[in-house]
């Protein structure tokens, strides 16, 4: 997409929208490209409406999955190339609502055993035990681990809202180990490859897949399952929260 791509980056900077967001439609206005190998200027209401009609009785997408492309391709033409009569038809498709797969205490800690690193121990403890998105924990600085007042500073969460959630016992006592053992350099406790970046949300859900398959889980494990989860409010036979111990 070249200049257009950057341009409905900045578009989508100028409204506020997340740096996940901006990655998603990007992607999925890129994809709507490469399936006509065209530029977008020269496309409009037909091809969008094939595209997405393509989405769902060839690639069998979810109305999830749907949704989002729809909505980046409404932004592409309604904001990026001002063209909104192009995708005013375009609506939400119905999403059924699925009561999420609770891992048991065992199999948790069967799936933490089994992901080896205390570095993805750590963040996937941090999703579960303190209920936060994957993002938000591959996003967090050292500075945000508050071990006196026991609580963990979630900066620029979801429609870029900062707050405090409980930070379990066995979490810090995870997250201590971990930084003995790793030091990371700089204020990302989750650092990447290269400095300045953090840890991406597809490493943690590659790993969560491989420590599903190894420990023999027969759920579907995913990063946002785990926050459904909750360890806060999961609590052992017996009533003991499950990372409180």
Known sequence: MGQLRQRMDEDLKLRGRSENTRETYLRCAAAF???????????????????LLHLVEDLKRSPSTYNVYAASLRFLYAHTLGRPEEVAWVAQMRVPHRLPQILSSEEIERLLAALGSLKMQAIVMAAYG???????????????????????????????????????????????????????????LFPGPRRGTVL????????????????????????????????????WPGGRNVFAQ
């Open 130 to 188: 303190a209920g936060l998105r994957v993002s938000e924990v591959v996003h967090l600085c050292v500075g945000d681990i508050d071990s006196r007042r026991m609580v963990i500073h979630v900066q620029h969460g979801k429609g870029d809202r900062d707050r405090y959630t409980m930070l379990p016992k066995r979490l810090l006592s995870t997250l201590r180990d971990y930084w003995k053992e790793q030091r990371p350099p700089g204020p990302e």
């Open 200 to 235: 991406s949300r597809e490493a943690v859900g590659m790993a969560l897949k491989q420590a599903a398959t190894e420990a023999k889980i027969q759920k579907r494990v995913h990063a946002h399952c785990l926050r459904h989860n909750d360890g806060i409010k999961t609590m």
């Open 33 to 51: 490209v490469r399936h006509y190998r065209r530029s977008p200027t020269e496309m409009g209401r037909e091809q969008i409406r094939d595209f």
